[in-house]
């Protein structure tokens, strides 16, 4: 899937898409309550009310950067939780590639924050090593969220992302730890938005007149959007991520800015009462 902001660019590279498995991220989502929300359907549930979800990359090409936001959950890792996130053997860089993004043509990787589902393929397991997959890159995270999984990985499940996935990027010196709110380029700027975990970014893009917002998971769906308070299983601060729920989707309500999820496709954020819609 492909969108445009001005001059940039974005094509959406899918890992993993399900429909109605997401109770664990979800639980106060359930079907009757989803069937309540008519313009979910079909673009993000089904008629049965069952959620539409994806884990996928979004490869923003400036004028001058090719950029890819977040990373999914890579080939070959242990330690996951979800069994099937587990010795992954996906064909995503194979994808890539016939997408016209070889992962030697990608100048930067930006990930929103360093949960298991952004990170993984940040690196690959070359002759039992784990090294860059994107050997020309710059590997950009937040200086707060890095500190903080650094300092506090402390369950065996999170110490194993960040020993495979983030870690190998830093001793490789390819890390630039960025404030929240850094520009990283003309058309760029970083908008912090923590609660779902600490040091959370979403990414503001501007071009030629237009605006887009890449939310990262602020929201895991657009459900959430009319639920402010439904925070996800997987949020670090539950009353935290609502209130910057609030605020983000308060400042691009009723613009013409496109937005476009961690885990679903684009809209535009259109006020409903005390809460939002999400129209596509």
Known sequence: MHWKIGKVRITKIVELETVGSTRFILPLATNEEIQKLPWLIPHFATEEGRLKMSIHSLVVETPTRRIVV????GNDK???KVPTWNNRKDPFLETMTAA??????????LCTHLHVDHVGWNTKLVGGQ???TFANARYVF????????????DES?????????????????KADLVASDARLCDEITLI?????????MSIHIQSDGEQGLLTGDVAHHPCQMAHLDWSSTADSDPAHSAATRQELFGRFADT?????????????????GDAFEFVV
């Not at 977040?70 to 959950?73: K, S």
């Not at 016209?100 to 990787?109: E, Y």
């Open 70 to 73: 977040d990373t999914g959950l």
């Open 78 to 80: 242990e330690g996951r």
């Open 100 to 109: 016209g993004f070889a992962p030697d043509s990608i100048d930067t990787v």
């Open 130 to 132: 784990w090294v860059p």
């Open 142 to 153: 937040g200086r707060a969220e890095y500190e903080h999984w650094r300092d506090h990985s």
């Open 157 to 173: 499940d999170k110490l194993a992302v960040f020993n495979d996935s983030v870690k190998p990027i830093a001793d490789a010196g």
């Open 192 to 200: 912090p938005t923590p609660g779902h975990s600490p040091g959370h």
């Open 256 to 272: 013409p800015t496109l937005v476009i999820g961690g885990h679903f496709n684009a809209g535009r954020i259109r006020r409903d």
